[in-house]
């Protein structure tokens, strides 16, 4: 069996707020991907249709603005029966390639107006295998997503390999990250906002734990994305140009960085990855295997909140 597989990280930023023409920007490239030979591409955190970033802006004292934004971000977000799945699915399908994709979701399943932190993964052929809801979203972001819960902390067996996910600084839960390992996990999509030295050592630590390949993909975002009808565009200090630079990359299971970062672009990152460097880094050690020890440690997760 061929263990050497190509994977993706989309380094791109979203259609700021509009969620067809993100939609459609998606699928470009996602079939772009495909067409090089990628056989799993990971988007970003959030990428349909925006990263909220006002909410580190804006007091939360000025509610009318933020009730402004917040109908804006739920109006673009997606839910389970509005399409997005099936354009997705399909374009995924066309282009023979696995994909992971962050975004803004409905709560479709009560009141359709909260919103999660979401993953969605499809597979080569264009089935829908799972949404990942973010756990806990981080300070600021509570003002706009609510928590997940623990039945998709889970991997996905794909054609190339298990792939699961954790989003931004769910990747710092000692946990979760446990619970990924546990499953089996040989390529963990990391989507993020987070672009900081800091994170980068982290997955390079968690690629090293885990024994496993990190794609760690995060939005680089310019100020003159956000289009001027957006008054907390003006909040940002004179002369900032980029809000994020992305700094996404693919790491091995030693923790070597395989390509990237990239910084203060778009592109579309690429690496060939031998499944096989997962074993060799186990040999030495497996934290679910032989280094486990089942025997003094009690680890379970609760997959539905009672």
Not at 76 to 83: I, K, R
């Amino acid at each position: 069996m061929n263990q050497i597989k190509r994977v993706a990280s989309a380094q791109v930023s979203p259609v700021f707020l509009n969620k067809k023409k993100t939609i459609e920007k998606a699928c470009d490239i996602i079939a772009e991907a495909g067409e090089k030979g990628a056989e799993l591409i990971v988007f970003p955190e959030a990428f349909i249709s925006a990263y909220p970033d006002w909410i580190w802006l804006i007091p939360n004292s000025n509610g009318a603005e933020l009730n402004a934004l917040y109908l804006k971000l739920v109006e673009n977000a997606v839910s389970v029966n509005d399409g997005t799945f099936e354009i997705l699915s399909e374009t995924a399908e066309k282009a023979g390639i696995n994909v992971v994709i962050g975004m803004n979701e409905r709560n479709s399943e009560s009141s359709n107006a909260s919103l999660f932190n979401s993953l969605l993964f499809i597979d080569d052929h264009g089935k829908i295998l799972g949404v990942h809801r973010k756990l806990i979203p981080t300070s600021a972001e509570r003002l706009v997503w609510a928590q997940g819960d623990g039945s998709s902390l889970r991997s996905y067996p794909t054609s190339v390999g298990k792939v699961a996910g954790l989003i931004c600084w769910e990747n710092y839960m000692p946990l979760a990250r446990t619970a990924i390992y546990e499953s089996g996990a040989q390529i963990l999509a990391a989507s993020t906002w987070d672009k900081s030295p800091n994170w980068l050592l982290s997955m390079q630590h968690n690629a090293r734990e885990g024994g496993i390949f990190i794609i760690s993909t995060c939005m680089p975002l310019n100020i003159s994305e956000i289009p001027d009808e957006y008054d907390f565009k003006k909040l940002y200090p004179a002369g900032r140009e980029w809000i994020n630079v992305g700094n996404s990359c693919i790491i091995g299971p030693d923790g070597k960085i395989l390509t990237g970062p990239v910084e203060a672009r778009e592109e579309i990152l690429y690496a060939d990855i031998d499944l096989n460097q997962i074993i060799k880094a186990k040999r030495m050690f497996d934290v679910v295997g032989h280094y486990s020890r089942p025997d003094v440690f009690d680890f379970s997760v609760r997959t539905k909140v009672d």
